[in-house]
């Protein structure tokens, strides 16, 4: 049996996900991102400096991380010295957009794929948001109407969350993480001018200036996120988890797993970061080489040739290819699959055994809910690694802050030159973003982005290997194939972004 389970919602753009059902059990699983976008074309001939403004219109979750990593591309192929305030900056802007992130996915994108919100019908308190939530919800199931617009239902059916109590608690937190988004994203536009899309970043470093007054609102407000990551977000995440142990073991990807590290600790753009980098495959760790990445499209929507390096990357839509199904390309690293994300971030970094409140936190919550470490690769596994994310990423920018010099320059000097090429490699909130700039005569003549998405959700390769979600949906086994909520909680626990996964 034939199911599409697209459109695929909460998640961001047109993600369709057809599976093929054999004896309840997902025996097929294919990936196809809906829309081309084409900003590696639009990019071509331009002024190199519109890059970081271009390429973070991709997506309106995570543009400061395309900033970010085209800077860094920028910054690699100027050689330019980032003044450390410059470099704090962009540290501060881009982990408070991670912070915002994970709240927004864990809330709003995933949790009411546990917590039954019809529970909020037996609720007779006086709290304003959860009775203004049980109108909604009273007024859809009235309704009766296919596609209503409010965000509750409908919703598929399953085994949700039973104690009242969470389930209601699960909601007020649903709508004060809506709060505390704001103020993440408040915290980013005090150095990086707004939020999305950021007119402050820059190769370089920063426009905003370094004052004390921004730094004691910028602390202000992530001190509050920090709050309620460790008093709520990480209590919430545990209450998930141990009403449905079972997905510790469902949705595992078959691949291996890559990061590029996260937040440089210092001003050069190659210093250790505060998560660090590198490819994990079975147990062995070894350190990241981009000249083997490559992108195959053979089932992709594109008659570029397949498997070109992300230098030689091109561009060339061919909506009508035989055999294609997907806008998406196929990366892969020396031929293999490969999960980027959370996941990753945490045990990329755990096998080093670099970041040593990583190493704690990933300890202690497996003794808790009785999992190694392995385990991180499932649905509940990329939920707890974000969260773990979340943590380090706010302790560090309370401290990171402090480290802002107030009157130090901010910004270093550039000018571009007539012919460069460079990398830039950062991780988005969805895993390993890498930007890729050729200049010749002064404009672009080639850029490529190998996205977060375009890893977990690419399509099969040339030889046939599933992307990285492909692989976590075939073999799960499913209670009703029409109502397949096993495979939308593995869906979502990769927080899939089409928007950026095609570009
Ligand atoms: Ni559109 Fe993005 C992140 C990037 S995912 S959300 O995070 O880069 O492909």
Redesign the pocket.
Known sequence: MKIDLGPVTRI??HLNVKTTIENQKVVDARCVGEMFRGFEVILKGRDPLDAQQITQR??G??PY??AIASSYAQENAYKLEVPANGRIMHNLIQGANHLY?YLLHFYQLSALDFVDVTAILQYTGKDADLLKVKGWVQYELASKKTFPAAPFLPRLNGDYIKDKDLNIGALKHYIEAMELQKKANRAAAIFGGKFPHSTAIFPGGCTQEARLDHIINYQSLIGEVREFIHNKYLPDILAVAEGFPEYWHIGASKGGFISYGLLPMSSERDSQRLLTGGILQGDSISPIDFGSITQDVGYARYSSPSGLKVSDSTLTPAPHKEGAYTWTKAPRYDGNVMEVGPAARVLVDYHQGHNQQVKSLVNSFATKVGIEAADLNSVLGRHLSRAINAVVIADFLLAESDRLTPGERTMADLSIPKEAEGYGATE????A?LHYIRIKDYKIDNYECV????WNASPRDDRGQPGAMESALIGTKISDPEDQIESVRIIHSFDP?I???VH
């Open positions: 961001e753009g991709i997506c979750v995570c991380a395309h992130d988005a909130s969805r895993g973003l996205v977060p998405t375009t972004c928007a950026c996964s």
